[in-house]
């Protein structure tokens, strides 16, 4: 029998592959692979449920990658599908609440207020995957904006910049030094 993580991203990977054939966007690879290493090594360092962050990890963007519901509103859609698949499997009713909680709110935008690690967590992991996959915002802001070159850095500088100030006063300190590096790197005046 394979286990809940493993079914879970057999799913999302099957979306992932579908989506990528319709638009070229690599959800899994360009984004959510991040999100999942980062929110389970942070569920470590900050000592809360694994399982429970890695999960939230999988579904926290899942209805954007399955086209399911609005993309504006897709925390709402990607709570309820985590809903009813975790209810179908027979997952433990208390953890799925958390991990709606975490799907919901995890929305840097959205000025939401987090009230356990786990949802901490998980928003926190979302802004630093941006940092794994900078190509990618140059991709989005050069071939599929189509912005000149000082716009284009411009425009992957600010959302790096806005990526770093929404996260937690713990998940700023952790990047920190990886931030500062990779501004200087990228962005001499
Ligand atoms: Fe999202
Ligand atoms: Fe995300």
């Known amino acids: 029998m394979q286990n809940i993580i493993e079914i879970i991203k057999e799913k999302l990977c099957d979306y992932s592959k579908k989506s990528f054939e319709k638009d070229g966007y690599d959800f899994w690879n360009n984004h959510i692979k991040y999100v999942f290493k980062h929110s389970h090594d942070m569920a470590i360092k900050r000592g809360a449920d694994i399982e429970v962050c890695e999960l939230a990890a999988l579904f926290h963007d899942m209805a954007m990658v399955a086209d399911f519901g609005p993309r504006d509103e897709h925390e709402i859609y990607g709570a ?104 200087n790197v990228l962005f001499v005046e």
């Open 80 to 183: 309820q599908m985590a809903r009813s698949m975790l209810t179908e499997l027979n997952y433990p009713k208390d953890k799925i609440d958390l991990i709606e909680q975490c799907v919901l709110h995890h929305r840097g935008s959205k000025n939401d207020v987090r009230t356990t690690k786990e949802e901490q967590i998980l928003a926190d992991a979302d802004c630093v995957a941006h940092f794994d996959s900078i190509p990618s915002l140059f991709s989005l802001a050069y071939n599929k904006i189509g912005l000149p070159m000082e716009e284009g850095k411009e425009f992957v500088k600010n959302k790096l910049t806005r990526s770093y100030q929404k996260l937690s006063r713990e998940g700023q300190k952790e990047l920190k030094e990886r931030f500062n590096t990779i501004m």
